[in-house]
């Protein structure tokens, strides 16, 4: 995790000592406020070296315009971070998100990835899930197979090396381990793989494990983690970093569901990658080249989950949802579905700043993103990064990663279980309505033996009906979803050949987007 409590120091920029020398110049993107930092306590090397700055992030998705940051491409000397990291920590109180880019070029391009218009014509080219809530009878018995005691005894696994560090033995060591506890969890499956991706520059690898879909394999929905560990005092082969919070915690919550879809057979429509990322604490770099090839080849990525950190529960509610860097439809889908499957769990939400873990690397590249995270930003664990990063430190128990395994697993089941098949059909409408107005939509031409699912997400309250062989009412339908927003979603089995119909009303004045698949007759 790249932010941190004021408990501790900041360790994210200093990691870089590993990696370069004093007086080597390295190219980061980072927001205003790390920016204004470095303009205070090296102005002559910023002076000399921003090149570019975006406002980072769709505003219509992202975030809201007064929470916008502008993010700026900077050349730095080593120097320079480690007294950007004191005077983010001391000054702000905070640490500060960055981006390590390899190259001017690669920076630039991330800058331009960053922008609002070319943020929505790259969603625009990905496909938009429904955010149809319509699993239960296959989400509900898994949930209850999902345990804390497999979840312990990963992060114990992990935080066993002496480090994970991305650049050490014990870290090259971690990988190979985890491939091969991955590979024994698919037992044989010939739908699923299990690989390490290699990184030209560092020895460590990241893991992937993928399962592929049956009918619409090429639509991918990716849940990750990272599997490195640093400690601020500097990582070398002997030093220790546990790192059982940040982020054994994630990758073994991320393994549970693996291990249970795996186990119960389950077979996804979509295709589900599960990613353990190299090199996290050291500039997001390992997610960056594996986001960088998706969108390079073209992979439609429907959806991205983060969990880095969930087994230290520092704040009154369970799940946070940060909102910053992040897309907000998607994160009401996640909110919605904590509220169906796991009704119990406190909902917060929280900022973490730019660059602050693995989701931003596809924010970057425009596909739709959510870090649910352990507790408020500056109520989170105490101990990363350092040797007391251990499992005991978080009670020896992994109930709260539970929380995370279990919602990870109703994400990936109800996004893997969606898209339109090859046979079927999706249309999409815009408007606007006002208070109390209706508006129509059908017949649609629906063929026996598939669904009828209807979403909307907007502004606003709108409500949305759904009835087969005749036009809605708000007292006549099949289907009704009128919460208090403008998120909606209806879903009918179709079992004869049958004209649909749909309508929404505004209990409030709003904007919609409605979105229809079924198979046509």
Known sequence: M???????VCAGLLAFSSAAHAGDKVWISLGDAALAQLQKHAPTAVAASVRASSTAGDRSTAHSATDAEGVHLVQVDEDDLARLSEAVHTELRRCGGYMYHPTQAEGLATLQRASGAARRLTVAAATRPSYVIDQQAVVTPLLSQVQASHIGQTIVELSSYVNRHYQTTAGVNASDWLKQRWTSLAGGRSDITVEQFSHPNWRQKSVIATIRGTDNPNEVVVLGGHLDSINQAGTGETTRAPGADDDA???????????????????????????AYAAEEVGLRGSQEIARSHAT??????GVMQL?????KGSVDDIYIYTDYTDSQQNSFVTNLIRTYLPALRIGTDRCGYGCSDHASWTAQGYAASMPFEAAMDESNPHIHTANDTYANTGSTAEHSLKFARMALAYMVELGSDGAGAADRVETFNGSLARNQTRSFGPFKVAAGGSFKASTTGTGDIDLYVQRNAAPTTSRHDCKSDSSTAVENCSLDIRANGDVYVMLRGYTAGTYSLSVSYRPQ
């Open 2 to 8: 790249r932010f941190h409590p004021l408990a501790i």
């Open 249 to 275: 915690s994630g990758v073994a919550s991320l393994t549970e569901v693996f291990r249970t879809l795996a186990a119960s057979g389950y077979k996804p429509r979509r295709t589900l990658k599960f990613m």
């Open 297 to 302: 080849a073209g992979v439609n990525v429907v």
């Open 308 to 312: 880095d950190m969930t087994n230290y």
